[in-house]
């Protein structure tokens, strides 16, 4: 239905592709921002108000085509062992599409998604391998809006504003190789506002210099929020790339 290729748009960028490379090890402060794009698709259930739940299973290429504007950016600092990671993400996007049941007939829909992670890291192993383990919040902003257009039921209309925070936490390694390439894991769960959220990420990457480097992989992402008025319960997968810009 309608509802959840709107809600899915947004988590198919919901989470940073975190596969940063190991900053050079200095006495201050190390930076890398990376902006990024993970192109995923999705397969879940969501649904609004009382209108019925729907399954829903998107290819990333459906999901763009409901876009109006996205920004996402990760950010990551470093000094000795300890560290951060930053990730904000905004989403805004529309459709109007048919229902899969004849009595809905079409539908608009709009939907505003934002994003906030913000994680303490530290280094429990260093060298060619490292591993980092992390943790902090997460925030997660959901204002959506369906509309029946036609059908029997045109003119019924359903809207959700959903806020919520999780504490995630969890583990990255990192295993620099010849040539400047490095590749990376990472695995993370949570939950709080949600029931549960898990994800796990494997990529790789490329330094061309001390600045610039490029990152890419596959990322899956999970997350089961249920209330009375609003359910969303949708895994996101699908490669990511992205250039990171350290100073």
Known sequence: MIAGSLLVAAASFASPARAQSTPPKDDGWRFDATPYLWGAGINGDIKIGRLPTGGVEASFSEIFNSLHFAAMAAFEGRKDRWGFIVDAIYMDLSQSTPTPQAAFGDADG????????GLASYRVLDGNVAVDVFAGPRYVSLDADLTLTSGSAAGRAASASKSWWDGVGGARVLWHLERNW??????????????????????????????????????????????????YDVATAGPFAGVGFRF
């Open 110 to 117: 709009s939907l505003n998604e934002q994003l906030y992670t």
């Open 182 to 231: 490095f590749v990376t894991g990472l695995v993370d769960v949570g939950g709080g506002g949600s029931k549960f959220t898990w994800e796990a990420l494997v990529g790789a990457g490329y330094e061309f210099n001390k600045t610039i480097s490029v990152k890419f992989g596959y990322r899956y992402l999970s997350v089961d929020y249920d209330t009375s008025s609003f359910l």
